[in-house]
Structure formats: structure tokens, C-alpha cells
């Protein structure tokens, strides 16, 4: 073959050369062409298609044929056409195996060669045959450069070169920007490391095996991200690792994610080991004399490999002894290293020191240690040694670039009030959120944002504004609060009004504020579940926790700020009020601040509680089958959710479990699904399970006329009903339910629906909506409900019905029926009354009293009822 002699004849060259070499090779008939490209008339020449052996029998490539009108001619040999190097036409021969002694023998003599794949591709695409020196199978791989490293056998190089060249892939010796996926056999050499640091894919070599046994698909593109990424190599391939310092737990977790990104573990001092990983912050000395093979790296190495998706280089995150002077000239591309706990006593001292000279000298930390700027709170929130000018890196803040220096210079007056000491905290609390809410962007967000992340994005977009939602907004506007303070606490005077700050800034502080916090449990859900099923986020997030200017916490305990910050000012302005005194001008302003801040927390409250109750709703959607698209709604919200057990047959079979979903005007009702076999299978990728409810009615509040208390009695327990005229209706419907939970009580349960039934129907008198009456006298007892008896004779019933639907030959719409029955239906004359008079008979006859208020419904609840064939004809003459 072309591709093997090729390699053959580069005598005395390492195999680990590239294969690049074989696209030097250009056969005189593509020299021919290219030459003759320069002239300024080409000759015409005719292309005709020979479609050899098995491929003349595939009615699809002779389709594509004829779709870009291209003579064919079938062929059982290729003898015949000797003369293929004739200049007047292009012979192009299809062949269905590339393995077969024709294709050695078409190639040998350096024709030109498709693939039947190819064919019905540039059909689909509209486009002419391809003109290609080299066999050309499919397109798997066109227009795709891909570079080798690693490989040893020269067989086994010279066989992938051929496949990729097959699928349409390009080769090149040398790497470069230019090439889109490397090949590798191992993780190490020159090749490995230069694709790591540009992010080109690392491919195993069963990437082009397997894209090759997918040849015959023309849909495939061996580029496709769900495919590849099955075939990467993996961070740890050929690493074998032991872990030194770590507590059991972690570094459980740790081998558990070794294994997950293809390499072992091994117990500390075993000779096959390759990387010993140390906790540089509890590991002072090694047990043993490393050996000159093994390297000893920090767990920074371990996490950084993980997020890139790709081994890092070692030499950035050697393990040095403490006293080792290499240890101070060492430097980290992930700024993993964290301070030893000496230093922490060191800057303790310091701190406590100097926050002594601090109550006599200046209101504002010096300048001699940037690590010491805002560390002399008391009671901050979170010490962190960054300024917001010295967190500012190669990529800009979002919203928070165009921060101004501190002001730190300012003669104090001999003695300092209480007043000034509370202002002095709330500013340098304030100084220290700022800068916590720049860590969190600056460390976190953007890195997450950035394009061109090696490895690929390590979260969704989506996810990342789920995660971090208004914290740039909240910035903006403490950025500014704080400078505020900053200018009075420089020109400090006791009649200096900081409530005034407070007030000027409270429409922003309503208006970024419920965004973040109302979706601040969600944004803890997202990072509990991406650091779950994604290794590169919990690297991520393991690398920066382990930051100074994080202060070891998490990523989900550094958000939880913006929540406690309100509280916390307020606190904070109260004591100022305290220390303020009657005469002060700011007293009064600081009492109008306060009471802004309390309004700006009742209307987070609320808001958040409005939209937790619109996430209540969603949840219902999902857990209700059927459920109708209405019941969306913005001014609706969820009030409370009723498990019961229906006593009657009209909603459904009397004694199946029932949820009532009481909302702020409707109520929807719903039972339990019944399991079918091998049904309601959640789909692939789906992560709901399915739906445990099926809709029945969605009723509006304003159809339910009364809510009738059921007496307790020896047959009959926890059971109300319901009085309900739908507009379409010419009869009132009783629906009885028995409630099967402990809470809500009974009684709580009906005030509650009455309630919200009264403001529906603008009704203020909302207690006369519930009547007293006895079980008997509307036919309802509970005593059978929980009976094995009961329960059989249901399951016997429900079968019967399936059967019954299963053989019916009936066609007779169910609607219709029910309208003929209930045209030629007699109304009975009996009635009941309320508590004192006697309830005569069991039925309900129909009265205009019930028929109080008509509105539009949700949904028709006729529909509901053409399931049974003897509704209630239950009606009522009085009520009151």
C-alpha cells in the first residue's frame, strides 16, 4: 500500500515520528491536475463511475447516482478498464470493501477509489464527487487533523493512518494550532503536553477503530461531541497514585475519583506508584526516600488535572520541605497553596496588634501588608486577605471594574464616641462584603464564563446564571454604599448622617436583592448537583476553596452572605440609633433607614414566598398527569395540598385515594395512577420520575356553593363534602371525601377552603358557606374504607371495568349519553335543611338558592361525570 511504503522508506526515523509524511506524497495524476488548473482553459473531461461487484447491487448508491446525474456502469471485474489512465476521462470506481483483493488492486495501480458512503454523502449534500489521490471510504472524519504521539508499532501507525485516510482525516508530523484532535498512546512527550495547553482533544486510538465500524453510517461525523468524548483520554491514564496526609474520608473520595478518570491507586511506598500526592499543608517530611521515577506533587496537581481534563504538567506542583529554599521560588498556575498554620498564628498576632493601634490612631486599615486590608472587622462576615484592586486579573469584573482606592488618611480627634465605633464597624463590615462579593465573581464566575477553558465549558450557561443570579448587581450597589461611607467616616463629624446612605440606595438594594434570594435554595441545588455529576466542577470548586481570599469555605457558604447582609446592617443601625443622640439630626433619618430596610426584607419575604409558591405550582404540573396548561398562572399560588379518600363514585371509584390541591381560586382534583405494567417508564435523559397522579377535575372556587362539616360518628370519620353547580349544569353535584391525614385538622382544612372560596366570590360572611350535617342524611359512611373486604371488591371492580371497555362494541359517544339520560331524568322533590331542622330523605333537589353566582369555569366538569351513568340527582330545596 501507498500509506506503508511510505513509512518504509523513512530508513532510521523513530517511529513516534509523525505519519504527516505520507501527505507528501502526491500521485502524478494529482500533479497532472494541479498543473493544469494554471492554464487558462481546462480540458473537458468526462468522469464516468464504475460500480464494482457488491456495490452495483445497493439501490441506494445507485439512487445517489443518479441524483447528481453521474453515468454509472456495473461492473463484476475491473479488467476491462485498462485504459482508466486515459486523458480524455476520469475513471472513478466504487467499491463496497476495502479489504477485497480488487481495492489492493485498484490502489495498486493508483486509481481512483470511493466508498459507497462517500457517494450517498455528497448526494445528500448536493455536492460533486470528491477528487481525492487516496481510497476515499466516507466522510467520518473529512476536513479533520489529526496528529500522533506515542506510538511504538509501526504496523499498528501505519494501519490508523490508513483508516483516518479512508474517513476523509487530514495527517500532520508536527503539531500545531492547525491540528484538531492529537492521537496519543501516552501521556508523556512534547505533543501531549503543547495539546494540553491549547485544549486540542487527546483521542485514545479505539477513537478511529470505532469511527471506522461506524463507517456505513452517512449521518456519523466522528467529531460529534457525545461520541467523542467517550474516546478522550482520560487525566490519569498510566498513573498509578498513592495519597499522603489525608484524612480517611477524603481519601476514599479521592481513589474513588482516580478510578473514575482512568487511573489506580496504589498503598504510599509502593515501588510501582508514579505520583505520591501530599497535603502540603499537614505533610512537613516524606516517610521514605523518593525515588528518581516518582513524582511527589501536591494535591493541587491532582485537582488541576481533573478540571482541564487532562494531566498537568508535574513540575509546576512539586512537593518541597518546608525549609527547602526551592519551596520559595516555586510558583502555581492554580494559586492551590494555602498558608501553613504558622503563618495563620503570625498574621493573628499582627492583626490583634495592630487592630490595638488601630482604636487610637486611624479609622482605616494601613497600608503596609495588602494581606492585613480589611481584616480588623469586628464581627465581620469573612476575613479575606484580597483588596477588591488587588483581586482584579487578566479578565474584568463584570459591573465591579471601576472600584476606587480606599482612602486611608484622616487625623482623628483625641476621643472616639460610641457612635463613631459602630460607624467604624458598619463600614468595615461593609468593606469586607464587598470584597467577599468580589471574591465570589472574580474567583468563581468568571473563570466559569471564560472562553476557551481547557477542557470545554465546565458548567452551562444556564447553570451559571441559576448559580450566581444579580450577585454583580449586588456588588454595583455596595460598591457604591461603601464609598459613601468611606467619605464620612474620612471627614468624620458627630452630626454626619449615615442614614442618609442608607435611604438613597434602598430602591437598588429592593430591586437587586429578591432575584438573588429568592432563588438562593436553588442556586445550593444546582451546586450540590453539578458537583455530583460533574469531576471538573468539584475540581473547580476544591481548587479555589483552598484559595487565601476564599478563607477555606465553600463556594455554596460564601453566597449565603447576600442573604445575611440585610439583617446584619440593620442590627447594625439599630445600635447606631442607640448611640445617637435626641438632638442628632440623623436620629430621625436613621429610624426612616431602618424601618426602608425592614420594608426592603418584607418585600423579599413575600416575593420570595410568591415565587415559591409559583414553584409549587410547577411541581404539581409535573406530578399531575394531564394536568391542564391553565392551571399556570401569575397571580395564582398553592395554599395547601389534602390527601383523602373518595366516599362517593361520581369524581371517581368510591374508595380510591384522592389529592385535593387547594389553590387561591380553583381546586384540583386528582387521583392516585393506577400501576400498569411496564408503563410510565421515565424517557432516556429524563430526570423526573413520572407522573404518581392523574388529573381529574380542575375546579374553579367559585362553583363550590357550600362545604358541608360531616358529624363524627361511630360509621363515619374526618368526612366533609362539597356542594358544587358548574354552570353547565342543571343539578347540584356532592362530592363527599374522608381525610386520611393527621394534619391539616378537619375543621382548619374547611376555614381555610371557605376562606378562600368568600374571597373568590367577594363574599364576606365566609363562615355561612360551611353546614353541619349528619352522615346519614346524604348517604356518606367511612367505616368499610379501610377493610381488606373493601379493598378486594374495588380491585375486583376496576378489573371488571378494564374488561368490559375491552369488549364493549358499543360506540355510542359517552357525551351523548349522558345528555339523553339527563334530558329524560325526573328531578325527586325531597330536600334537607341546616342544623335544627331534619334532613328528609337522602337526595339533593335543585334550588336557585345554591345557584348564588355564576363565572366562566376552568375546565367543564360535565366531562368528569359522563363517566358514571347515575350522577347525583341529589338537589336541594332550602338551605337556610
Given amino acids: ?101 480488487v481495492f489492493s488492486d485498484l490502489h495498486k495501480a493508483d486509481c481512483r477509489v470511493l466508498g459507497p458512503p462517500i457517494v450517498m454523502h455528497c448526494a445528500r449534500k448536493g455536492e460533486a464527487l470528491p477528487f481525492s489521490c487516496r481510497p476515499l471510504y466516507c466522510a467520518s472524519m473529512m476536513n479533520l487533523v489529526l496528529c500522533f504521539t506515542g506510538f511504538r508499532k509501526k504496523e499498528e501507525l501505519v494501519k490508523l493512518v490508513t483508516l483516518v485516510h479512508h474517513m476523509g482525516g487530514i495527517i500532520r508530523r508536527d503539531f500545531s494550532s492547525k491540528v484538531t484532535h492529537l492521537v496519543a498512546n501516552s501521556t508523556q512527550g512534547d505533543k501531549f503536553r503543547v495539546a494540553v495547553s491549547l485544549g486540542t482533544p487527546i483521542m485514545k486510538a479505539e477513537w478511529i477503530y470505532k469511527s471506522w465500524e461506524r463507517r456505513n453510517e452517512t449521518d456519523f461525523f466522528a ?200 460607624a467604624k464597624e458598619l463600614y468595615q463590615t461593609e468593606s469586607n462584603y464587598v470584597d467577599i462579593l468580589t471574591t465570589i465573581i472574580q474567583v468563581f464566575q468568571v473563570p466559569l464564563e471564560k472562553e476557551g477553558q481547557l477542557g470545554g465549558p465546565i458548567l452551562a450557561p444556564e447553570e451559571i446564571k441559576t448559580i450566581f443570579g444579580s450577585i454583580p448587581d449586588i456588588l454595583d450597589v455596595h460598591i457604591k454604599i461603601k464609598e459613601d461611607l468611606e467619605d464620612l467616616m474620612i471627614n468624620w463629624t458627630e452630626s454626619k448622617s449615615i442614614g442618609d446612605v442608607i435611604l438613597k440606595y434602598s430602591k437598588d ?63 447594625l443601625l439599630n445600635d447606631l440609633k442607640k448611640h445617637t443622640a435626641e438632638d442628632n439630626p440623623d436620629k430621625a433619618t436613621l429610624e426612616r433607614a431602618i424601618e426602608s430596610l425592614k420594608e426592603v426584607m418584607t418585600h423579599i419575604n413575600e416575593d420570595k414566598r410568591k415565587t415559591e409558591a409559583q414553584r409549587q405550582i410547577f411541581d404539581v404540573v409535573y406530578e399531575v398527569d394531564g394536568c391542564p396548561a391553565n392551571l399556570l398562572s401569575s397571580h395564582r399560588s398553592l395554599i395547601q395540598r389534602l390527601e383523602t379518600v373518595a366516599l362517593g363514585d361520581d369524581l371517581c371509584d368510591r374508595g380510591e385515594q384522592v389529592t385535593l390541591f387547594l389553590f387561591n381560586d380553583c381546586l384540583e382534583v386528582a387521583r392516585k395512577r393506577h400501576k400498569v405494567i411496564g408503563g410510565f417508564k421515565s424517557p432516556h435523559g429524563h430526570t423526573r420520575p413520572p407522573a404518581s397522579l392523574k388529573h381529574i377535575v380542575l375546579m374553579p372556587l367559585s362553583q363550590i356553593k357550600k362545604v358541608l362539616d360531616i358529624r363524627e360518628t361511630e360509621d363515619c370519620h374526618k368526612a366533609f363534602a362539597l356542594v358544587v353547580r ?81 369488549f364493549s362494541f358499543s360506540k355510542t359517544p359517552k357525551r351523548a349519553l349522558r345528555r339523553a339520560l339527563m334530558a329524560h331524568s325526573s328531578v325527586e322533590g325531597k330536600s334537607f335543611c341546616t342544623t335544627g331542622e331534619s334532613y328528609l330523605g337522602g337526595r339533593l333537589a335543585s334550588t336557585s338558592s345554591l345557584a348564588g353566582i355564576h363565572s366562566p369555569s376552568l375546565v367543564s366538569l360535565p366531562s368528569v361525570f359522563e363517566k358514571r351513568s347515575h350522577t347525583l340527582s341529589r338537589s336541594t330545596t332550602h338551605l337556610i
Wanted: with cysteine.
Fill in 726 to 806: 358548574p354552570p353547565t349544569e342543571q343539578t347540584n353535584l356532592l362530592f363527599s371525601f374522608q381525610i386520611t391525614t393527621e394534619e391539616p385538622l378537619k375543621e382548619d382544612w374547611l376555614k381555610m377552603l371557605c376562606r378562600h372560596v368568600a374571597n373568590t366570590i367577594c363574599k364576606a360572611d365566609a363562615e355561612n358557606l360551611i353546614y353541619a350535617t349528619d352522615p346519614d342524611s346524604i348517604e356518606v359512611n367511612t367505616k368499610d374504607m379501610d377493610s381488606t373486604l373493601s379493598r378486594a371488591s374495588r380491585a375486583i371492580k376496576k378489573t371488571s371495568k378494564k374488561v368490559t371497555r375491552a
Fill in 1 to 101: 500500500m501507498v500509506d506503508n511504503s511510505a513509512l518504509m522508506s523513512e530508513t532510521g526515523r523513530s517511529l513516534l515520528a509523525d505519519s504527516s509524511i505520507l501527505d507528501s506524497k502526491i500521485s502524478s495524476k494529482e500533479k497532472i491536475f494541479t498543473e493544469s488548473t494554471s492554464d487558462e482553459e481546462m480540458p473537458q473531461i468526462e468522469t464516468r463511475v464504475v460500480v464494482v461487484q457488491e456495490a452495483a447491487k445497493c439501490e441506494e448508491l445507485l439512487n445517489a447516482l443518479e441524483e447528481i446525474k453521474v453515468p454509472y456502469i456495473k461492473a463484476e471485474s475491473v479488467e476491462q478498464f485498462g485504459d482508466a489512465e486515459s486523458p480524455e476521462f476520469e475513471t472513478v470506481f466504487v467499491i463496497a470493501d476495502f479489504q477485497a483483493s
Fill in 509 to 571: 438594594l429592593l430591586k437587586t436583592y429578591p432575584p438573588f434570594v429568592n432563588f438562593f435554595e436553588m442556586s445550593k441545588e444546582t451546586i450540590t448537583k453539578c458537583e455530583k455529576q460533574k469531576p471538573r466542577f468539584h475540581a473547580f470548586l476544591k481548587i479555589n476553596q483552598a484559595k487565601p481570599e476564599c478563607g477555606r469555605q465553600s463556594l455554596a457558604e460564601l453566597l449565603i452572605r447576600p442573604v445575611q447582609r440585610l439583617p446584619s446592617v440593620a442590627l
Fill in 223 to 422: 467529531a460529534d461531541e457525545e461520541f467523542k468524548n467517550e474516546f478522550k483520554v482520560p487525566p490519569f491514564q498510566d498513573c498509578m497514585l498513592s495519597f499522603l496526609g489525608f484524612s480517611d474520608e477524603e481519601k476514599k473520595s479521592m481513589e474513588e475519583m482516580t478510578e473514575m478518570q482512568g487511573g489506580q491507586h496504589l498503598p504510599v511506598g509502593d515501588e510501582r506508584c508514579t505520583h505520591l500526592i501530599v497535603e502540603e499543608n499537614t505533610v512537613k517530611d516524606l516517610p521514605f526516600e523518593p525515588s528518581q521515577s516518582l513524582y511527589v506533587v501536591k494535591q493541587e496537581w491532582f485537582w488541576g488535572s481533573i478540571q482541564m481534563d487532562a494531566r498537568a504538567g508535574e513540575s509546576m506542583y512539586l512537593f518541597e520541605k518546608a525549609d527547602s529554599p526551592e519551596l520559595k521560588t516555586s510558583v502555581s498556575q492554580l494559586s492551590l497553596n494555602t498558608p501553613n498554620s504558622n503563618r495563620k498564628r503570625r498574621r493573628l498576632k499582627e492583626t490583634l496588634a495592630q487592630l490595638t493601634r488601630e482604636t487610637d490612631m486611624s479609622p482605616f486599615p494601613p497600608r503596609k501588608r495588602p494581606s492585613a486590608e480589611h481584616s480588623l472587622s469586628i464581627g465581620s462576615l469573612l476575613d479575606i486577605s484580597n483588596t477588591p484592586e488587588a483581586s482584579i486579573t487578566n479578565g474584568e469584573t463584570p459591573k465591579s471594574s471601576c472600584m476606587k482606592p480606599s482612602k486611608n488618611s484622616t487625623p482623628l480627634p483625641p476621643k472616639q464616641s460610641a457612635r463613631w465605633q459602630v
